[in-house]
């Protein structure tokens, strides 16, 4: 499960926030987004919710959860993104969709952060084209946190940029070790660049690169160096960075061989009767196992270097699932994530910042 920072754990909890939930993203929506908010709820009780999506779906559900319903408003669209739609007919046509305007309420400042289980490629495009990135951030990046041997390991980006330049690579350190620290409470966040080996000389040129700028720079962690993709687990170091290509090719890869783990175990406990008794003696274990790795408490991926909070669900999210995103945005807002990026980035890049605030006009239809 993430261990969210608890150094002000008291105060984390009760800080208020509004929550732009698009009520009609994903596999099981409205449901899964209503009762995860539920959820969510009852752990971080001064929160509030505006649910933007049918109305004539969203309520029944809604009128369930009495104590929800008090603290939540509905916004009414019956335009939905779906999951098939590419993103730019999704920023040309998607405006009065509910994701769009769950976008629009955290720019407006109605809402502090936004959480959607839909379609990944429209929730960066429009999340990026409305929100615009931060002050000396070239590009967002996606990041989530993975299970290892000793934690949670940070790893970005995870599929929002294909191609990155040395650059990008030094800002999605910062940005990722910035996270740890703030997110995780880890002081001194050790960071890694995804490599096909640990020699200096190995890679891209991206990557060493990036990797010579980082030794030169005073950090807000401390660089490890290259690391492989085994390493991830391993917890070898608390923050590795990547290009979105990469990423999401190992994300995928360790779902699958988790995957493949869970397939191999019950088969393993249903070929035998010995099998079978030996699984009932171990099974407080195996509960304590299934646990720790169990997707739903890594769920919510966080796209890093906008001007506003935005976190994606997994679409096949369950309503425990959902909650738990709800509560890494609720993190990111109540410990003032983007003011951190900011003061980092400025003390980084100084007065050679620009801020194109304008961003591009608007794409016809």
Excluded at 44 to 49: A, C, E, Q
Excluded at 75 to 95: E, N
Excluded at 125 to 152: C, H
């Amino acid at each position: 499960m993430i261990k969210i920072n608890d150094e002000t754990a008291g105060d984390f909890y009760k800080v208020p926030c509004v929550m732009a939930l698009d009520a009609m993203g994903g596999d099981n929506a409205p449901d899964i987004v209503i009762d995860g908010a539920a959820i969510a709820h009852k752990k971080y009780p001064n929160l509030k919710f505006i649910f933007f999506g049918n109305e004539d779906l969203i309520s029944p559900v809604l009128d369930k959860h009495s104590s929800l319903k008090a603290v939540s408003s509905i916004r009414h669209t019956s335009d939905v993104i779906t999951s098939d739609m590419k993103p730019s007919l999704a920023l040309r046509q998607g405006r009065n969709s509910s994701m769009r305007l769950a976008i629009n309420a955290v720019s407006a400042g109605e809402a502090d952060c936004i959480v959607s289980a839909g379609n990944t490629g429209a929730l960066m495009v429009l999340a990026k084209f409305v929100l615009k990135t931060l002050p000396g951030i070239d590009r967002p990046a996606i990041a989530t946190m993975i299970p290892s041997q000793k934690g949670s390991t940070v790893v970005l980006d995870l599929g929002a940029n294909i191609e990155c330049d040395s650059e990008n690579l030094v800002q999605f350190s910062l940005m990722g070790a910035i996270f740890c620290k703030t997110i995780l409470g880890k002081e001194m966040p050790t960071i890694g660049l995804l490599n096909i080996g640990t020699e200096e000389l190995k890679g891209h040129e991206e990557v060493r690169i990036a990797a010579s700028i980082l030794k030169e720079r005073p950090i807000p962690g401390r660089l490890y160096g290259f690391i492989e993709g085994n390493d991830i687990t391993s917890g070898t170091v608390d923050v590795v960075v990547t290009d979105g290509f990469s990423g999401n090719i190992a994300l995928k890869s360790i779902e699958g061989a988790a995957g493949l783990y869970s397939y191999f175990i019950k088969r393993t406990i249903a070929s035998s009767l010995l099998a079978k008794i030996g699984f009932f003696l171990a099974s407080f274990a195996l509960a304590d196992l299934k646990k720790k790795v169990d997707p739903r408490h890594y769920n919510g991926a966080m796209f890093l270097g906008l001007r506003g909070v935005c976190v994606k669900s997994h679409g096949g999210a369950d309503a425990a699932g959902f909650a738990n995103a709800i509560g890494v945005a609720h993190s990111l807002v109540a410990h003032a994530y983007n003011a951190r990026i900011a003061k980092e980035i400025a003390f980084q890049y100084g007065s050679d910042i620009e801020d194109d605030e304008a961003g591009e006009e608007e794409p016809n239809d």
